[in-house]
């Protein structure tokens, strides 16, 4: 079977998935719309299907039947008639079941609270909501694999779990499906897992990126309210200003950065919310903002969790005024299997050619990405890799294009079959080396 070939094939299925999941993005954990598209598309596949408790996630199951007989006369993982009994945890069946290699396929479905400005045909029909991370094309092309492994289930040595997940942007929807049982979904835990994750800048259309280890930073939440004594404007003696307080404390925290941390062990704190006042003439009781902290390191991020509300607080204790200081642990580092991520670029190479072949298809990273991703839950579990796909139009320049998260990130709908493909070669071929192990 040629899978290029047979993504392409699917390619108008891709785009018009695509492009419905665009035109009705969704924010967060309820996504009852995305779900409803997605169980559509499952519906004639033949996979065991099952939807989220706490969020609305889908997870479906397909059993290869390419591996040997094994006692007892089924395959495993082999479908039972209707009428049979499932067989007994004791069972020789039950015993392959759970000894059957499984693979680990995702892709997250939520948007995030952007208005779109691409003037796309297919624009967001949503206002206030937009797929500008491209999670619309992940979810796209994890159908896409579906479709095409279904159809090849005889050569599957092994079982295949696909993971739609909510929540990505923020609220943790990984952990909420890893509770619920996602990584054991199968009937056993998956042996690798695989992600893929596209991109609008940075990288040459269709270009595919790894990095082994470290490929994102770890992401924290930093909310701060300063509670002084508001005031007249014209007598801040009178008062206790709360507002060049927490502007001190802002410029306070990169100041920190360069002289508490290694610069070789970089961190980013960028402060995203400043509220304060309603008047110009009023000093206000109250100021707040709120940062992301973005870290490289376990040893970094565990030293800004005492490091900084030390700082906060001296700088209020200095100034006679309150403050209270709230840091989040959020997502952790995403680090990727160092042998999974080499057999993800081989799998790569196997695809879309070698450095002789195809030079620009691959790309290793040199640094880590200071974006973060609650995928990293997967990988702290489970061995397994996350790939990097540049969906930048054809002809434009990554230098240049409006990056993730823009209401002008622009994303190609060439790419689906790409991604359809591998994630399929990634599942067979992982496969059937666990399989031969």
């Known amino acids: 079977m ?9 390619q108008g299925q891709l785009t018009q998935w695509r492009h419905a999941l665009h035109q009705e993005p969704e924010i967060g954990l309820e996504l009852p ?16 299907v099952s939807t989220g408790t706490d969020t609305t996630s889908v997870t479906a199951v397909l059993r290869g039947t390419g591996a040997p007989a094994h006692p007892g006369g089924h395959r495993p993982g082999a479908t039972h008639d209707a009428g049979d009994e499932p067989p007994s945890s004791a069972s020789p069946a039950a015993a392959a079941l759970r000894a059957h290699p499984t693979v680990l396929l995702r ?22 909501a937009m797929h500008a991370c491209g999670h619309d094309l992940h979810t796209s092309m994890l159908l896409g694999a579906a479709t095409l492994l279904a159809d090849s289930r005889h050569r599957l040595a092994g079982d295949v779990v696909f993971m739609f997940q909510p929540g990505e942007e923020g609220y943790d929807g990984a952990s909420v499906m890893i509770r619920e049982g996602v990584l054991d979904a199968a009937g056993r835990r998956a042996d690798a897992a695989f992600g893929m994750h596209v991109f609008s800048s940075m990288a040459p259309h269709g270009q595919f990126v790894t990095r082994p280890g470290v490929m994102m930073s770890a992401s924290d939440g ?31 925290l990169q100041t920190m950065l360069t002289r508490q941390f290694d610069m070789f062990d970089p961190a980013v704190i960028t402060v995203g919310r400043f509220t304060a006042g309603s ?13 992301t902290i973005r870290t490289f390191s376990g040893a970094h991020r565990e030293r800004m969790q005492t490091a900084i509300p030390r700082l906060l607080k001296g700088i209020a204790q200095a100034h006679g005024v309150d403050v209270d200081v709230r840091y989040e642990a959020e997502y952790p580092l995403t680090v990727t299997d160092v ?6 670029e081989g799998a790569i190479a196997d695809l879309f050619g070698g450095a002789a072949g195809a030079p620009g298809r691959h790309a290793r990273l040199a640094n880590p990405l200071s974006g973060s991703e609650d995928f990293s839950r997967v990988l702290a579990e489970v061995p397994g890799s996350f790939i990097g796909l540049s969906a930048v139009p054809a002809g434009a320049d990554p230098a240049t294009s409006a990056f993730n998260h823009s209401p002008y990130a622009t994303f190609d709908d060439a ?23």
């Open 2 to 10: 040629n899978l290029i070939d047979e993504a392409k094939g699917l």
């Open 33 to 48: 719309r995305t779900q409803e598209k997605v169980l559509a598309a499952l519906d004639s596949l033949g996979l065991e």
């Open 107 to 128: 892709a997250d479905m939520d948007a995030l609270p952007v208005q779109e400005r691409t003037g796309a045909e297919f624009i967001s029909r949503i206002d206030g």
């Open 222 to 252: 930093l909310f701060v309210r300063v509670l002084g004594a508001g005031g007249h404007g014209s007598a801040p003696h009178m008062a206790k200003d709360p507002v060049t307080v927490a502007a001190e404390m802002v410029v306070a």
């Open 279 to 291: 008047k110009r003439n009023v000093i206000p009781d109250t100021a707040e903002f709120d940062a």
């Open 339 to 344: 042998a999974e991520t080499e057999f993800a």
């Open 415 to 437: 790419v689906l079959a790409d991604g359809t493909a591998l994630y399929a070669h990634l599942a067979l071929t992982k496969l059937a080396a666990l399989a031969g192990a």
